[in-house]
């Protein structure tokens, strides 16, 4: 199956490099994150909204928590992403490692589970040239703000 991967270097930690993934104000500050709701622990929910308006959400994704370690891995299964434009997407899976280097994290970031067919391959191509770009705003806000 076809997976999306991207990496990045951050001068920080790598806690507070998963912490921008889980922190409802964080999220709100650099991914433009309307609402979430995010319950850490294997088996937890993860969910993710853009775009809320007095009609609903544009943009949601939500998945299960399958692996959490605050200082090196968030890995979420059972991804799905809704766009009201689309069908629904999933299941998937998203996982972000991060190495520490020092005070400086290597963050790696991977999106898989990618099925076959036209509105698919639009969401892969979507997703493969906005992860790199996501990255580099989460670079900007943790090196900006000191955190």
């Known amino acids: 199956m ?25 999220l709100k500050d650099w ?32 998945g299960l928590v399958r692996e959490y370690d605050p200082e090196h891995v968030l890995r979420i299964g059972d991804l799905v992403y809704l766009n009201p434009g689309k069908p629904l997407f999933g299941p998937m899976s998203l996982t972000m490692r991060a190495k520490d ?19 698919w391959d639009w969401y892969y191509q979507a997703v493969r040239e906005a992860w790199p770009k996501v990255l580099v705003t989460l670079k900007q806000y943790l090196e900006k703000t000191g955190f």
Request: charged share 20%; net charge negative.
């Open 31 to 62: 991914w433009g994150v309307d609402r979430s709701l995010i319950k850490l622990g294997v088996g937890g929910l993860y969910t993710l909204a853009w775009s809320a308006d007095g009609n609903g959400f544009s943009f949601v994704m939500t």
């Open 101 to 119: 280097l020092g005070g400086t994290t290597e963050l790696y970031l991977c999106q898989d589970g990618y099925r076959d067919g036209e509105d």
């Open 2 to 26: 076809k997976k999306v991967e991207s990496s990045i270097l951050i001068e920080n930690y790598p806690a507070k490099t998963l912490e921008a993934f889980t922190s409802e104000h964080m």
